[in-house]
């Protein structure tokens, strides 16, 4: 699939996408990228984060593709079984938080954190690092077998953020390039 044929809806984490996150950037370079707005990011709320997401894939024009990261990865699984079938085409995951991390970010946050181990109802690319400080290898690990996505190594990158040296992140945007191509 062509990024020109497709809606790509960006999926940010708590505090959403800041202007140096690769995310953020990709929306800029990508005509047909667009954020999933949330009314508040500072707090995890299951319900309103699941409603967008489910919301702006329900009025997209063309097929979706999902640019998820962190706590918006959970928001995907979250919404997966909610979303209108087959409009999502696939999902590019990135740095998913564990349950206990979602559980110790605010009191809000523990339905939130009760992730689904079903499998997603698309193809799905799950990118995890070895050193993210937020979920271990081995959590990302069961993430991708729970989801039936597959898992791409990302070595010691952190969290793969801005902070963690990651803003234009031009070997994601390869990684996502090949992702797409391989959904036909």
Not at 101 to 127: E, Q, S, T, W
């Amino acid at each position: 699939m062509r990024a020109a044929d497709l809606d790509i809806l960006f999926v940010p984490g708590l505090d959403g996408s800041g202007p140096d996150h690769w995310q953020t950037r990709w929306e800029e370079k990508l005509s047909t990228g667009a954020r999933v707005e949330q009314d508040d990011w500072s707090r995890l709320a299951l319900s309103p984060w699941r409603e967008r997401l489910v919301e702006r894939v329900a009025g997209a024009t063309r097929p979706v593709v999902l640019v998820a990261h962190s706590a918006g990865v959970a928001a995907v699984a979250h919404a997966a079984p909610h979303l209108p079938a087959g409009v999502v085409k696939g999902a590019f995951l990135v740095s998913p938080p564990s349950r206990r991390v979602l559980r110790d970010l605010n009191a809000c946050a523990a339905d939130f954190a009760d992730v689904p181990d079903i499998a997603l109802p698309f193809p799905a690319l799950l990118v995890a690092s070895r050193t993210d400080p937020y979920a271990s290898f081995a959590e990302a690990e069961a993430y991708a077998r729970a989801w039936g996505a597959e898992l791409a190594d990302a070595g010691d990158s952190g969290h793969i953020n801005a902070e963690s040296g990651h803003g234009p992140w031009p070997e994601g945007l390869m990684r996502f390039a090949g992702f797409l191509k391989q959904l036909g």
